[in-house]
């Protein structure tokens, strides 16, 4: 996961959806090795705008993966990446 708190100088959520760049990316993504799925985050009252991958397997290489068009769009790395591991276990079906 990775998202960047967007300042007053930076585009806002709206504007980073709309881009032809962003939506181009959508297409590039679906077509990375491994990757379950991307989901592009976007928060406009926190003013912040992410994406959260799902990767089944081993990620491909940095170098091999689509470009950074949210970075290059905000000016900046993320502010934020965190890596987590999804832990298989047991559905709870029981509701309260």
Do not use: Y
Not at 22 to 35: M, Y
Not at 49 to 78: F, K
């Amino acid at each position: 996961m990775a998202w960047w708190d967007l300042g007053a100088g930076d585009p806002d959520a709206d504007e980073l959806a709309a881009s032809p760049a962003i939506q181009q990316a959508f297409a590039e993504w679906e077509r990375v090795p491994n990757l379950t799925t991307k989901l592009w985050l976007a928060s406009r009252d926190a003013r912040r705008w992410g994406a959260l991958m799902l990767w089944h397997g081993d990620r491909p290489d940095r170098a091999s993966l689509p470009r950074n068009v949210s970075a290059e769009l905000i000016g900046r790395p993320p502010d934020h990446r965190i890596a987590f591991e999804v832990v298989e276990g047991t559905i709870c079906t029981d509701t309260p």
